[in-house]
């Protein structure tokens, strides 16, 4: 059912979006010649690597400096790469890859190899079924950007401060995954981004609901500052960046 539902809504929604983008792509390629599409490598289901379509939203060789972890400060977006990520447009070409079975809708955010290299057994599971466009971390976590502002390394920052609680609310996703909780995230998904705190507080009740430990439900409100923690199956909080 949740393989009908993907395809049937990336068809539709792949429809509703092409004159979208078809424009920011235009604009892209003004900026500078080059192609308006960033496909880079993600590691998908069964731990297989695919590419991933986005809007590029930052300089031409922006990989180069392997900073896997953007702050909103962060150089190497452009100024219209500013505005594509404020409203998550760069993320409207993974329809597609909704469409071709390699994502789902809804499912664990996508990681590059270097950090999945770093995985504990446990987040292995992550690898279990389809990566998404969102999931619940994604919502918890729309915010990145500003978390990782002002960070010296944002890939340590990243590991230290984001992984943990990302990875721990993939793995709760998983062992309660069911087509009305898809249906939430999704609804809840769109809400971030008119009114944050109405969907934070939203999400709440759906994972207190499903049973989260109280660690997962002090993070889903983010009402406090997020502190260093091991990524779960691990007891040490990560040091050093994936290479």
Request: hydrophobic share 40%; with cysteine; proline share 7%.
């Amino acid at each position: 059912m949740k393989r009908v539902f993907d395809i049937v809504f990336a068809l539709l929604g792949l429809t509703a979006v092409s004159p979208v983008l078809f424009v920011l792509c235009f604009l892209i390629w003004l900026q500078d010649r080059h192609s308006p599409l960033y496909t880079p490598k993600r590691m998908g289901r069964g731990e297989i690597p695919y590419r991933i379509i986005k809007i590029r939203s930052m300089v031409v060789r922006a990989d180069d400096s392997n900073v896997d972890s953007t702050a909103n400060n962060d150089p190497r977006i452009t100024h219209l790469g500013q505005l594509i990520r404020r409203f998550k447009l760069d993320e409207l070409p993974q329809l597609w890859n909704v469409l071709t079975g390699e994502m789902s809708f809804v499912g664990p955010r996508p990681n590059v190899e270097r950090e999945t290299r770093l995985y504990s057994r446990e987040e292995k599971r992550l690898f279990s079924v389809r990566p998404g466009i969102t999931d619940i971390a994604s919502i918890v976590f729309a915010d990145l950007g500003a978390t990782l502002e002002g960070k010296s390394d944002p890939n340590i920052a990243y590991n230290q401060i984001v992984r943990p609680y990302k990875s721990r609310l993939g793995l709760f996703y998983i062992d309660h995954a069911s087509l009305w909780l898809d249906l939430q995230l999704l609804w809840l998904t769109a809400l971030n981004a008119i009114n944050r705190r109405a969907a934070l507080d939203r999400l709440y009740g759906v994972v207190v609901r499903l049973g989260a430990t109280p660690e997962l439900v002090k993070v889903v409100r983010r009402s406090e500052a997020l502190e260093p923690a091991p990524p779960p199956g691990m007891t040490e909080i990560v040091t050093t960046r994936g290479n």
